[in-house]
């Protein structure tokens, strides 16, 4: 218990890697990356639009950091003409997604266009997804610890289950990588990103009670 009451009366751990070299971290990382990754990138956007009609890019205002709002941007996966519909939650098999689309979300590849998101710094390479202000605008004081960093293009529920997981379960994920983010938990997310890309989100998929970051965070029901 008083584990659990002093990550409540810190619910930031690692704040000076959160607030000064992981900002460093980040820009530097993200720079390196689209320079090596601009030839593909040139590609993926050529054939987004060689193979469906519409934009190159989807745009999304989310909640980061303390609730701002920014313009998320990432390739384009679904028919140009579709109305999409923020509360809906897309499965990788949708009818609505392209064949390209399919691709490009199986291997995470529509998140690429982030780093730019990351370069401004209204995300982290590493980090609770930002979500969509109507979504954020219900939160209650627990779930609104996971706007203490900033939102990441990978992070502890990405790799621990992803959209396979219920998005309760998927906050207590978000909340324990506020209370424990540190450099070498953002270097095992990274790397841990890498095989969930090629070994698929379904074999990595880990209940959160049965992880070793339970021990962090106290379900919503026992801190009222």
Known sequence: MMESMD??????????????PKRLFDGAAALILLLVL??????IAALVKLTSRGA?????????????IFRLVKFRTMRGDRKPDPKELVPLHHPDITALGYVLRRFKIDEVPQLFNVIRGEMSLVGPRP???DQVAAYDAFRRQ??????GITGLAQV???SL????????YDIAYVRRCGFFLDLSILLRTILVVFVGERRMTRRFTNSPFARYVDPPEAEN
């Open 165 to 172: 997981m219920p998005w309760d379960e998927r906050i207590l």
């Open 131 to 133: 979500t969509l202000p």
């Open 38 to 43: 601009s030839p593909l990138l040139v590609l």
């Open 7 to 20: 990550a409540r009366e810190k619910p930031v751990s690692g704040a000076l890697w959160s607030r000064g």
């Open 146 to 151: 996971r706007l203490l960093v900033r939102p």
């Open 160 to 162: 621990y289950g992803n």
């Open 56 to 68: 190159v890019f989807f745009t999304q205002d989310r909640a980061g950091k303390d609730a701002r």
